[in-house]
């Protein structure tokens, strides 16, 4: 969760930086019902492990695409803080991950932008499982105050920016 | 071998009518998902300093999507397919909409997104969405041909304040 004490500026970022991880699991079919439940899709790949298997040739259950991208706006918001956006977010379903594997979810500060009114933070970001094998590769623009400048507007407007 | 009919091709540029969700966004529902995800950030239900530049508690960034559900009187196809024993339980209408007939016998893997966030939905507000297809091509892999589909959604307030666009890439394949 958002750290109530914590506000980051675009000055307190360096690039190169890694944002701290967040870890899940392992996961279980538990959580995968339960998310599957929430979201009322009832994909049997995500929860039948016969039909996974014979029926559709996986390995074993899949945890969901869309409850990793959950996991990828979670770890973002947390860092962004209080005076942070995430403002652009892209991701691809390269690998499964599968029930009882624990995900480790990183971003790495990969570059810095200033637009006119606030600055940009560009991340790389993904999901690894206990084999360090990425499933989730994608990438991140958060948008971040200047120390002395106005807070980000909200709703957010995205930026003029040069091409 | 190319697996892409010429038919799904049409649906290329189709966009649905604006669709509003059935239900409004509910405490009880954004509780239920942050729980389910592992994250009980008192900006989901509580005023506190990480919602207090939204107005209120929030739902979570991605929930507008997850908003559009089965509305009472219409088709259920869990139990329309009960006698199926290759019904997957996928959803077959995604964001208003129409299932790609020519695609139909194929599985369904979510491909990955590209998204911008706005705005965060408040507790209580409407939400809608405006959605279409942009493109639909065939790709080959190191384990076969796959079809990408991809479309686009605006998932807006009542009053049509964006609250964030997402670019949506869909795997479909031949089940073997």
Known sequence: MIDPKKSLCFEDVDVGVEIPRLKKGPMTTAHLMRWSATMENWHKIHYDAPFAINHDKLPGVLVNGSFKQQYLVQLLKDWAGLSGWIWKLSYQFRAMNLVGETLTVWGNVTGKRAAPDFGLVDLDIGIVNDLNKESTPGKATVALPFRAGKPLPYPFVAPKLSP | ?176
Not at chain 2, 107 to 116: A, D, F, K, P, Q
Not at chain 2, 130 to 143: C, G
Request: include cysteine; hydrophobic fraction near 35%.
């Open chain 2, 1 to 176: 071998m190319a697996i892409l009919p010429e038919a799904a091709k049409a649906y290329i540029g189709v966009q649905a009518e604006d669709e509003i969700a059935c239900d409004p966004v509910e405490r009880g529902q954004v509780r239920r998902h942050a729980q389910a995800i592992g994250d009980e950030d008192p900006m989901y239900w509580q005023a506190c300093a990480g919602n207090a530049r939204y107005g209120g508690p929030v739902a979570q960034p991605f929930f507008p999507i997850h908003m559009f559900r089965r509305t009472y009187g219409t088709p259920d196809p869990v139990e329309e397919n009960a006698a199926d024993l290759d019904y997957d339980g996928a959803l077959k209408v995604r964001g208003g909409l129409p299932e790609i007939e020519p695609l139909s016998h194929m599985s369904v893997m979510n491909g990955g997104s590209e998204v911008e966030f706005f705005r965060l939905a408040r507790h209580g507000e409407t939400v809608k969405l405006r959605a279409r297809y942009v493109d639909i091509v065939e790709k080959q892999t190191s384990k076969g041909p796959i079809i990408l589909v991809i479309s686009e959604t605006d998932y807006l307030t009542g009053d049509d304040e964006l609250l964030l666009r997402q670019r949506h890439t869909r795997i479909r394949r031949p089940v073997k």
